[in-house]
Nanobody
Framework: VQLQASGGGLVQAGGSLRLSCAAS????????MGWFRQAPGKEREFVTA????????IYADSVKGRFTISRDDAKNTVNLQMSGLKSEDTAVYYC????????????????WGQGTLVTVSS
């Protein structure tokens, strides 16, 4: 299984970015998809996830109302639309797939992408 994350870059505060994660070699529609991030010197943290049953979504409080996760099972991709970016959103963003719960725990995922860097300048 391979997960390829893309879309990171440098953006000014208040701007937007769209991250994508493409998955191969799995039945994408039967997996929960999550995004996590790790800022320099900090632990990895949950950002958002979308479940494969019913497509339910969950967001960290810090990104609620600014980030939107979506999945396209036909294309085996999950996207993260980020708007109203803040300097504290600067981090390496990782996509992950899994079947366990809770969606907010990294332990619920067993395949991880390589990460894509998002830098927000103030």
């Amino acid at each position: 299984v391979q997960l390829q994350a893309s879309g990171g870059g440098l953006v000014q505060a208040g701007g937007s970015l769209r991250l994508s994660c493409a998955a191969s070699s799995l039945t994408f529609s039967r997996y929960n998809m999550g995004w996590f991030r790790q800022a320099p010197g900090k632990e990895r943290e949950f950002v958002t996830a979308v479940g494969w049953i019913g497509g339910n979504t969950i967001y960290a409080d810090s990104v609620k109302g600014r980030f939107t996760i979506s999945r396209d099972d036909a294309k085996n991709t999950v996207n993260l639309q980020m708007s109203g970016l803040k300097s504290e959103d600067t981090a390496v963003y990782y996509c992950a797939v899994g079947t366990n719960f809770p969606l907010t725990s990294g332990k619920s995922y067993y395949y991880w992408g390589q990460g894509t860097l998002v830098t927000v300048s103030s």
